[in-house]
């Protein structure tokens, strides 16, 4: 049985899909780019301000489902350019106190809305 989770402290989905999806103790949050689900606009000042958008709309979705980054136990990372891996890397490990989800970090060639970096998360409770 499946759970959808959807929040308004995050950004509405985009076209058609869910913001989180929740079955058997995984929930599967849909990649987030740094929209402010209050103006709805970008959040691109900086890449570093871009990162921290995209993980408080991640946080929001894990909160809804009373999930947290202590649950994630695995994270896709899109970079428009791996130039900006150190910086993403900085900001994306500052939400995470200990053992550390799987992951992997790619560069794309575009990403939704002209974003820099958009950021998926798998979490699990048994």
């Keep these: 049985m499946k759970k959808i989770i959807n929040t ?7 076209g058609p899909y869910n913001q989180a999806v929740m079955a058997n103790g995984f929930l599967f949050l849909s990649g987030q780019v740094a929209i402010n689900p209050e103006t709805g606009g970008l959040t691109q000042s900086s890449i570093t301000e871009e990162t921290h958008q995209v993980m408080r709309n991640i ?18 990372i899109f970079l428009s350019d791996m130039a900006l891996f150190a910086e993403v890397n900085e900001v994306y490990g500052a939400y995470f106190e200990t053992d550390f989800p799987a992951r992997e970090t790619v560069a794309v060639k575009g990403l939704p809305k002209g974003v820099n970096v958009e950021i998926s998360m798998t979490a699990y409770k048994g």
């Excluded at 946080?59 to 896709?76: G, I, Q």
Aim: proline fraction near 8%; avoid cysteine.
């Design 59 to 76: 946080k929001a979705v894990l909160l809804e489902a009373s999930y947290s980054f202590e649950d994630v136990v695995k994270t896709t």
């Design 8 to 14: 308004t402290n995050a950004p509405a989905p985009i």
